[in-house]
């Protein structure tokens, strides 16, 4: 792997991006803190600072996506959300990280995606709906990246 | 591959979903037609009636995203987009399709998802502006899925 240095000025080579819940030498995953409506919400963030997807050789990008699943797949199995939504767009933050939300019929913004038009404020709110604890939720994500 | 039933209330399972560029036994892409904001736009739709990107066994998520992966490759070789947007969703279409924009800064929404607030209206609009007629992007992608 050609070495790729952090950019000085990028917020994700000088900063966790959220709440670290498992690393790896190529990629980290954290726990999104400054969402509240959304709080089963993990970001598998890149490394190297690298922008898109296809950057990525061919056995990383399966990692990658491997780690997403894994993510996806104890969202699914501990919480049973309606559905899982993926994304990556940097269009902000040009280095490469994906998105993994569970979302729930009584979210702020479904079946909006998270970035479009609020459709209520549920209550009682969305922190106190899961039917796990944000750090055993955190604890079956890390084990389950272990496991990889 | 188990055989999975069509679903007679999911559009994916009964319409293209968009202007059908290239089919494979497990998945098809279409271009998106009804967001002119964003022409440069395809979705990968998964053939059988699937929900989430983890109801897939492994060899044939890592075919779907290779699949991606080609599209967001001839986007920027193509086009030299500003950013590559990459989502599973399904909120309001629970059957798995992944979305690959090719995003300018000069669009519509830049730098906001294309799903979140419009930032200004781009004079000429974004269907004069690409580097390549939409016709010619359509066989690079034909192309490129065919050669996988």
Redesign the interface.
């Known amino acids: 792997m050609p070495e790729i240095t952090p950019s000085p000025t990028c917020p994700l080579c000088q900063e966790a991006g959220g709440l670290p819940v498992f690393e790896s030498a190529l990629w980290r995953v954290v726990r999104v803190v400054d969402a509240p409506e959304f709080p089963a919400f993990y970001r598998l963030i890149w490394q190297a600072h690298v ?4 950057d990525l050789p ?1 056995a990383q ?2 990692q990658c ?2 780690a ?2 894994a993510i ?2 104890v969202l ?1 199995e501990a919480l049973a959300p ?11 933050v ?1 280095h490469l990280h994906w998105h993994v939300i569970a ?1 729930f019929d009584w979210d702020s913004h ?4 998270i ?2 038009e609020r459709q209520r404020s549920p209550q009682p709110p969305a922190s106190e709906r899961l039917a796990l604890p944000l750090p055993a939720l955190d604890a079956r994500v890390s084990a389950a990246l272990r496991a990889l």
């Open positions: 922008a898109e997807f296809s061919a990008r399966q996506m491997e997403v699943t996806e797949q699914r309606t559905k899982i939504n993926l994304a990556t767009l940097g269009n902000v040009p979302r479904f079946p909006q995606p970035w479009g």
